[in-house]
Nanobody, 123 residues
Framework: QVQLGESGGGVAQSGGSLRLSCAAS????????IGWFRQAPGKERDGVSC????????HYADSVKGRFTITRDTVKNTVDLQMNKLKPEDTAVYYC????????????????WGQGTQVTVSS
């Protein structure tokens, strides 16, 4: 049974930092594409970043490039998202997701999802 669990959400001030962690069980993060997504109230779920399992490449949404960094620890079986220079528009519920074959930041490609963690950035 595949399970994904997010942690690390909370409240930060604009310009501050938070680090999210996605712990996986039932799969190896080195064998699956692990993505981070976010959904703000009344908006669609958008891709933030993903770590490809096929070539180890990392992908970022334009809105977070240069501010967010995705990392992977295959020993701990976790994928983290370091979020720096946070902005109020980063406020959302953040989800991690996994799929063996996903290659993009489109949510429909991912089969497994965590429950989400709230990130709130105050101005």
């Amino acid at each position: 049974q595949v399970q994904l669990g997010e942690s690390g959400g909370g409240v930060a001030q604009s310009g501050g930092s938070l680090r999210l962690s996605c712990a996986a069980s039932g799969i190896g993060v080195g064998s699956y594409c692990i993505g981070w997504f976010r959904q703000a109230p009344g908006k669609e779920r958008d891709g933030v970043s993903c770590f490809s399992s096929t070539d180890g490449s990392k992908h970022y949404a334009d809105s977070v490039k240069g501010r967010f960094t995705i990392t992977r620890d295959t020993v701990k079986n976790t994928v983290d998202l370091q979020m720096n220079k946070l902005k109020p528009e980063d406020t959302a519920v953040y989800y991690c997701a996994a799929d063996r074959l996903a290659t993009t930041l489109w949510a429909y490609e991912y089969d497994y999802w965590g429950q989400g963690t709230q990130v709130t950035v105050s101005s």
